[in-house]
Structure formats: C-alpha cells, structure tokens
C-alpha cells in the first residue's frame, strides 16, 4: 500500500452533487468529498475521485457518470447496472479503498468478489430492503459499514458524524433577516411552512439559487419532514454554521441537533403556531448557534474518523 491512500466515493445518481444540492444524499456527497480535497492539498496523505451524475460541481475531482446512458435511471436498479459497467470497465482498479455513499447492493457484492476494500455509509432507513446487506457481509474482512448518526436500536455501524463546510456557510457581520426558508417537496409541508412565515410576517423563500447568500438572509429556517431519516439535517446545520435558528418537530431527529433554546425551536408535529411563536422570540442572527456544528461537525474530526476506517481495511 502506497503512504497516500487512493479514495473512490461513490454517490447516488438521482440528481448531480454540488453545494446547491437539495437532497441530503447529495449535500452529503458534496461535503466529504470537498472536505477530503481540503485535506489533501492542506496535510496530504490521501487522493480521492467522486464518482457522481453528469453535471456535478466541478471544483471536484470528479468522475462523470451519464445516467441518461440506462433507462429510468433513478432508479435503485438502474443505479447499479450503471455502476455495475463502471466497474467492469477497470475504472476502479486502482483504488486501495471504494467508499459508497449510494445504498448499491450487487455493485457492493461485485467489488468485494474483485478483491476490492470497501467502506459504506449508511443513507437507507432500517427498513429499506438493502439493510439487509449488513448482517449479510459483516463477517467480510475488507468490508466495513458506518453510520452517520446513532441508529435506535442498533449499533452496529461505527458512527461518523458527516461534516459542513464552515468557510461557505458562515455568520455575515451585517446580517437582515429578510425571510423564512423551507427545501421541503411541497404538498402539506409546504402549507405549514407559508402558515409560519404570515405568523411571523415574513415572507416564504422555496427555491435556492444561492446557498450561502440565501441561508445568510434567512430569519429563521424551516426543517419539517415528520419522521427521522439516518442522515442528519444538513441543510439546517449549514442554517446554523451562518448563524440562523431552526425550526421543526420533536418526532423528525431535528432535537438531536437543537438542544438548546438559542439555537431553534422544536415542538411536537403538527403544532405550527407553537413553533412560529417561539421561533419569533429567537429569530434574529446569532454566532452561539455556529458552536454547535463547530463541536460536532467539524471537516477534520469527520476525515481522521474515515481514514482511520480506510486503513483498517487495508491492514
């Protein structure tokens, strides 16, 4: 094995990965791979491509895959058949470790048969049918899973808290909250959300063409899926890396996150009137709600927690 390690991280296909992604599955894409460019060119040690959708950041070091090449191509199955070619094509033989942030089963099952190392983070719920891989291959030597957050009732996967980039998303010296911000998908979500902005006389912000500069305009950001995914809420720690407090329910994870009066506000689901009366007592910027992602969610606990997971498959 060489000193420096050579990376592959796989991500998921269903939409390109850059700073402005708005599924969690990209955004986490998006920061551990710029969080290891940062590392190499800063300590060195380590080189890693993002295998990612046509289309993604460029300020990567990026490799492109087409998923307009496969029908219906956001699919589960179809996202393997395409990773399935990449890998018989050789693309990835000259990795030591293949870190796979897509939920891919057969693709997993076709590197290890090839000798490969690999190492997956966890983005499925407990329920999803691939969860059934784990036990499957827990006894693999160069396999090895991790978890990007304590699962309930299970504690399996070694748990490695993804990061945010903290010179992107940052606390603005003259700051006007101008707005309430909300990324859900519509639908009833989307109508409590315009309920808490009349509240709050404020007006409802949906689409990003900006990240940081919208994040930085915000009075308060609106974090409302009903049920806890195995992914952190990435979009409201970026919120709090620029200062602005977060509001959502106590049953979606967000309380992991807010735990304390000044950095947000979470109340039981459904309860929208009791979310924007406490989220206008606390909607006004503050650097005490950057201290939390600053402790939990920093690039170079995250990249040390991996490389020490990258060389134990390869010992």
Known sequence: MADSLRVAILAGLSE???????????????????????????IGGISVDL????????????????????PSADSRASQEALYTQFILADMLRDYDV??????????????????????QTWTVPKS???????PALARHARWRCSALKPQHGYDGPVVIAPCIDLSRFTVL??????YVLWLGDGGRELR??????RRLTLPLLTKIECAERDLQGAAVFLDLPANPGPIPPLWALRALACGVPVGGWQQSGLSE???????????PAGEWRQLADRL?????PSPLRRQIVLRRYSRRAMVARYMAEYRSLLV
């Open 128 to 134: 999803d049918p691939a969860a059934e891989l784990i």
């Open 98 to 119: 293949i870190h796979c942030l897509a939920p891919l089963v057969a693709t997993i099952q076709i590197l290890l048969s090839r000798g490969s190392a690999v190492l």
């Open 51 to 70: 295998v990612a959708r046509r289309g993604s950041w460029r300020g990567l070091p990026l490799l492109s895959l087409d998923p307009d090449e496969v």
């Open 257 to 267: 996150v807010i735990d304390s009066p000044e950095a947000g506000a979470v109340v």
């Open 16 to 42: 390109p990965v850059g700073p402005e992604s708005r599924s969690l599955e990209a955004v986490l894409a998006f920061e551990i791979a710029s969080a290891f460019k940062q590392t190499a060119r800063e």
């Open 280 to 284: 206008r007592d606390i909607a006004a």
């Open 173 to 178: 010296e003259i700051h006007e909250p101008k």
């Open 192 to 197: 409590v959300a315009r309920a808490i902005a």
